[in-house]
């Protein structure tokens, strides 16, 4: 009786996929949908987007940067940079687990993963295994799972996560020279525009340097920055002054312990039953009001495609196989 009831409601969601509407995509690009523009939008709503800041020392994990527009009349400039960290996979071995066999299937695996291993203070009884990539997949993730097997103490998957953090730069009316080697380019740049900067000699400069530059005319925050850049650009000299930077919130990403994963367990009740596939369907249907959390969409997707009927499907197969 329950392999024919299995049967049926198999039947069931089978002719519902034909006939729903499937919003995942097949190529990975559904991935990157988690970044919400809406919040970064928010977030700084009311700032000056700026762009090209390369000069600023970002690397190519920054997403964008901004300019508070707030304190108009403060001589401090402040920056938000919002950046993405590179994706990563951390696993928590028993320390004389011979772990170097695991490595080596999960470098032909990928070959563009970075592989760390080091044994935790303060005890040292356990192995730390880091594994980082600008891009580790969900599919990816769930292979290494498989990989590393069930001897381990943790299993924690971090992706696409959006952070920002802030950068003042306590100059607004001077350019201190960032390196006493670079004084002599900043003199020449000095003296080739002597009609916009006057040369500022200090007493101390904490990396050796006691040259500035200092604009003739009062100038804006923008024009702050666009100054800056145009030093850099034209000197390769990038100017001191700058705080060190603030911890604030993340702006999304998603980090999941699997390490008690179970494919298939879509409502994280640690069993992949019937209830499973019908909580996949109530979330397809209305995702509003019964939407999985991220470990529950992250163990439902089979296909690691975004969740679709057809994850719904392979569990009422599984379950038909185990009858």
Avoid at 32 to 48: N, P, V
Avoid at 281 to 302: H, R, T, V
């Amino acid at each position: 009786m329950k392999k024919r009831l299995l049967s049926l409601a198999l039947s069931a969601i089978t002719a519902i996929s034909s006939i729903s509407a499937i919003t995942a995509n097949a190529s990975p690009d559904w991935y990157w949908g988690r970044l919400d523009e809406e919040k970064i939008a928010e977030t700084f709503g009311d700032c000056t987007q700026l762009e090209g800041q390369d000069w600023l020392g970002f690397d190519k994990n920054t997403k964008c940067v901004f300019l508070s527009n707030e304190n108009p009349d403060s001589e401090n400039v402040t920056i938000f940079e919002v950046y993405r960290l590179c994706d990563s996979i951390s696993v928590e071995f028993n320390a004389n687990t011979d772990i170097e066999p695991i490595k080596d299937k999960i470098r032909q695996l990928d070959s563009s993963l970075e592989l760390r291993s080091y044994l935790i203070e303060p005890n040292k009884t356990r192995l730390m295994l880091h594994i980082n990539c600008d891009v580790i997949l969900p599919e990816t993730a769930k292979e290494i799972r498989e990989i590393v097997g069930n001897d381990i103490f943790k299993f924690g998957y971090g992706y696409n996560r959006i952070l920002y953090r802030t950068i003042y730069y306590d100059y607004m009316t001077k350019y201190p020279v960032k390196h006493v080697n670079q004084e002599e380019k900043i003199l020449e740049y000095a003296e080739a525009h002597s009609d916009i900067f006057d040369v500022l000699r200090t007493d101390y400069n904490y990396e050796g340097s006691c040259i500035s530059l200092v604009p003739k005319k009062e100038v804006t925050k923008i024009e702050h920055i666009e100054l800056a850049k145009k030093i850099f650009e034209e000197t390769g000299c990038s100017t001191d002054g700058i705080s060190p930077e603030l911890a604030n919130p993340p702006l999304g990403g998603v980090s999941l312990d699997l390490t008690d994963y179970l494919n298939g367990d879509a409502n994280n009740d640690k069993i992949t039953s019937i209830a499973d596939a019908a909580a996949i369907m109530q979330a397809i249907g209305n995702p509003d009001k019964y939407a999985l959390s991220m470990q529950g969409e992250f163990n439902a997707d089979f296909a690691c495609d975004g969740l679709t009927v057809d994850d719904a499907v392979e569990i009422q197969k599984k379950l038909t196989e185990l009858k």
